[in-house]
């Protein structure tokens, strides 16, 4: 990927089930970014703009530093990752920080009632 001087987006990763409901909550309201799933299926990362690791302090997800990649590429930013929503399937550029915050915690929220119920 040529270097266009713009810098690389930031990844929050998150474990799948949480995460596939995040997608749907955003899918849903606000539109999601692109999304990497692990080849495992254990864990899905969201796309955010560059910065964010830097405040990110979701307690069990991880926000990190991608070095490429993630936006107009088709090669994922992350080795051993591939495409959930690619970047030409996703609504925006980037999940913004704090609308994917509010659909994680949503998610959290409605994974525990489904867990009481089973």
């Known amino acids: 990927m040529a270097d266009t001087g713009e810098a690389a987006p930031d990844l929050v990763t998150v474990p799948a089930r949480e995460g596939l ?3 749907d909550i955003l899918r849903l309201r606000h539109g999601v970014g692109p999304v990497l799933h692990d080849r495992e299926c254990d864990t899905l990362g969201f796309i955010v703009p560059p910065g964010t690791a830097e405040r ?11 070095f490429g990649g993630g936006r107009r590429g088709t090669q994922p930013p992350v080795t051993g990752t591939g495409w959930l929503v ?3 399937g996703a609504v925006i550029e980037a999940t913004e920080p704090e609308r994917l915050r509010a659909a994680l915690a949503e998610a959290v929220s409605m994974l525990r009632v489904v867990d009481r119920c089973t």
Not at 56 to 66: I, N, R, V
């Open 21 to 23: 409901e995040a997608v």
């Open 86 to 88: 690619p970047p030409e």
């Open 56 to 66: 990110w302090d979701l307690p069990g997800s991880a926000c990190t530093q991608t």
